[in-house]
């Protein structure tokens, strides 16, 4: 099995053969993502391989990027603002800023510009009557004037059309007959639900992915076959659960981004392997800190996610939260003399100011290097070297009079302590308190920062596991293909629901079995609906369905479920109102074969000895000294006290002064504070 990560800075290649996991690390090419993931799993042995399992960034960096190809958006007389206007929300520290403008709107970087953005006459009501036939003359000569402008590809959203997708479907066959084959993307088809903008959204970043992805995902299977490669490609998506690549091209939405996901997912399965089920789970990369939340087991999944303020998609994906503190975050000086790190990052390219590659500008990497955590002699198993040198002129060249050991120690600092409090808020949004979880630190930097947050977040311990670089791309072995859809039909879910309720629930689990196939694999359904109380605005997510046929006492069970799932999210219970079914849903999961952690042999006796001491600056007013470890020479159940370096090939770990790290049973790395 191979499974790969591509990120922002690199792409993470993991391959696991009879138990035994090997990795890679290749820097990505923005210019020809296909290559590096080529390029890694020929590294690892593609050949004869059963499975690979992708994940990228890819969709998510061009929306935020906004290098995006031309395209249209289509939707009835009068609307053609939904995209412009979104919810109408505002951030916190927007609400007083009269100059505070949507990311995506027009007068600052649309995804679609209003010119692109054109009405058709027709009009459907929400019980699916059509109010206004189609006026395909109309339509024709719209379609004129989006030749004239060579769009690429054109998304279609009809207001009400999840009820009657008559129109959508009769725009689509205008459109090939006046504009070509070009990608199309109907609302009705790509996310049936009701809210007009945020299935207008999800219906324009469908087309966007479809030309981003379709090339880039047709090039990759051919260059993997001609490397010998023989298996299933599969496509993660944002709740790290997989799709056959050619299926996912089909609602390429659901795969805009996935591998935060799939960190999440890889540390439910270490968490069980070690005995620890809520966890706080911490990934850092080059550019960020991704953070997600796991409560007896289970992350968090939502029914839609933005990708930045109001950009809403409907597809279920884990909850995450970023904050702009990685190994490549730029260390800069705010208006007020302060030392600030992040959000801009050096990226992949320049990066970093030690990597030699032209970057000027300090960033927390440079500092780490400087502070001695970092070795010269480089990283991803040496085959980039890092430039002292370079580290020191980019902090000295930042305007303020701190002393150079003080720029240094304050970016460490800070990076520090933007991720402490960003998984603080985590844990207060949800109610939890961080002193009874444990902190998983993963991606290529989180060894090297997350151990200093344990004074902050007095969490239980941190953990790091075995190849932490690339522990996202090992989750991509560590899940399920699942198939689901979802149709919204507001239904008061009463006795006499039964029969339109249970219909829905045929229909769409019968278009997934199509879909799917039967080729002997077990197959788990689960049903679920989204429901609220009647005359609210907004549903409980996930409740759960009893199996079998839809009856007056399975809606009855349905309605006892959801007090229950409303009670437990909001502390209130309202047994005598009545509920309001809006969204249901049908889940097909494929069981695939899986990773799994192997216990290693302990070894009580066996010496630990450190490769070398050396020496850390600027943690304090005078330097520390420091052992240092090789990760592979240390038994399970081995003890190092802090302050020490533990290096692996591809990332390196810090054991802050005043804390203990010791070998688990599976190769992680548990550091506590030090008892008093």
Known sequence: MLGVDVGGTFTDVVAVRDGRIQVTKVPSDPGNPAAPVVAGAERLGVEGSGVFNHASTMGLNA?????????AFLTTEGHRDILDRGRVWRPTKGQTDPRWRRSFGDVSRPLVPRYLRRGLAERTLSDGTVLLPLDEEQVRAQLAVLARCHVEGVAVCLLNSYAAPAHEQRVRELIHEVLGDIPVSLSSQTSPLAKEYARGSTTVIDVFMKLIFTQYAHELDAELRAAGFQGELNFADCAATLLPWREALDKPHRVVFAGPAAGTFSSVRLGAAIGEHDLLCADVGGTSTDISLVVDGEPFVETTFELEHDLVINAL???????????????SISSSGDVQVGPGSAGAAPGPACYGRGGELP???????LMGVLSPSGLAGGELRLDEKLARRAFESLDTPLQLEERVRYAYRIAVANIAEEMTNVAVRHGVDPRDFTLVAYGAAGGMLLPATLGLLRAKRVVIPPNPGLFSAIGLLSTDL???????????????AADSVGAVFQETEQRLRERVGDDGRRITVKRTFDGRLMGQHWETPFVDVPDGPVTAETVTAMVDAFHDAYEKRYGNRFPDMPVEGVTFRVQLTVESEKFEHTELPAAPDAEVVADRTIELRYFDDTPLSAAEYTRDRLPVGARVHGPAIIREVLSTVLVCPGQVAEIGRFGEISIELEEK
């Open 482 to 496: 699942v198939h689901y859809d979802s149709r919204s039909a507001y239904t008061a879910l009463t006795p006499e």
């Open 363 to 369: 960033t927390v990497t440079d500092a780490c290097l």
């Open 63 to 71: 929306v935020i990027t906004r290098r995006l190809p031309k395209i």
């Open 317 to 331: 994906s884990t909850e995450i939260s970023s904050v702009g503190a990685g190994g490549g975050s730029l260390v």
